[in-house]
């Protein structure tokens, strides 16, 4: 299914607090090619975070209608709330030949990669649970029951990462994201990705 679309699909998981969402970030703020897919959630907002922008926040009446209409390409219960990826979203923006990037748990990441085959599965991980524990602390957001909940199942997800593709130690912020960056492009420098972004070359050389 992947390898009919010109563009790529990376799908980036971890455990709460590893510093994912800072990583893809980033990676956006340097690298305009990738583009966001936004989730649908059930939890309410953080923060400033902004409804359309971080998550399309919704009621669970209105997350039940769009399962009920299979408009999710996949969704999962995560700590409480239920997040979902709609798929008319993501086929249209890859079909245009958008590289795009999902942010999601990795019981999604391991449904979206059944899918969609040429799924890149990105894992990031903590150098340490103590690291993690402060890490979250340091965040503010959560109590202590709450931050007791995300380590323990922090290790559950973490136990998973083998089902990845990559995984990245989140130790050094700018070492994290040099690696990242690394992963993104080595995939465009695959053979199907390069005949797609450049046909014309291809096609005066005579490469199929």
């Not at 992947?2 to 971890?14: E, F, Q």
């Amino acid at each position: 299914m992947m390898t009919t679309y010109p563009g790529n699909l990376y799908v980036v998981a971890a455990p709460s607090g590893a510093g994912k969402s800072s990583l893809v970030k980033a990676l956006m703020e340097l690298d305009s090619g990738v583009q966001p897919s936004v989730s649908h959630t059930t939890r309410a907002p953080r923060g400033q975070e902004f409804h359309g922008r971080e998550y399309f926040f919704i009621s669970n009446e209105a997350f039940d209608r769009m399962t009920q209409d299979n408009a999710f390409l996949e969704w999962a219960h995560v700590h409480g709330n239920r997040y979902g990826t709609s798929r008319a979203t993501i086929e249209e923006r890859i079909a245009n030949g958008m590289d795009v990037i999902l942010e999601i748990d990795f019981q999604g990441a391991v449904q979206i990669k059944k899918l969609f085959t040429n799924a890149v599965l990105i894992f990031i991980l903590p150098p340490s649970m103590e690291e993690l524990r402060a890490r979250l602390q340091r965040r503010g957001e959560d109590s202590t029951e709450v931050i007791e909940l995300r380590l323990q199942n922090a290790a559950q997800e973490m136990s998973q990462a083998h089902e990845f593709d990559f995984v990245i130690i989140n130790q050094l912020f700018d070492k994290a994201l040099f690696d990242l960056k690394a992963i993104v492009h080595a995939q465009r420098l695959k053979y199907a990705s390069q005949r797609q972004s450049r046909s014309d070359i291809f096609q005066a050389l005579n490469l199929t």
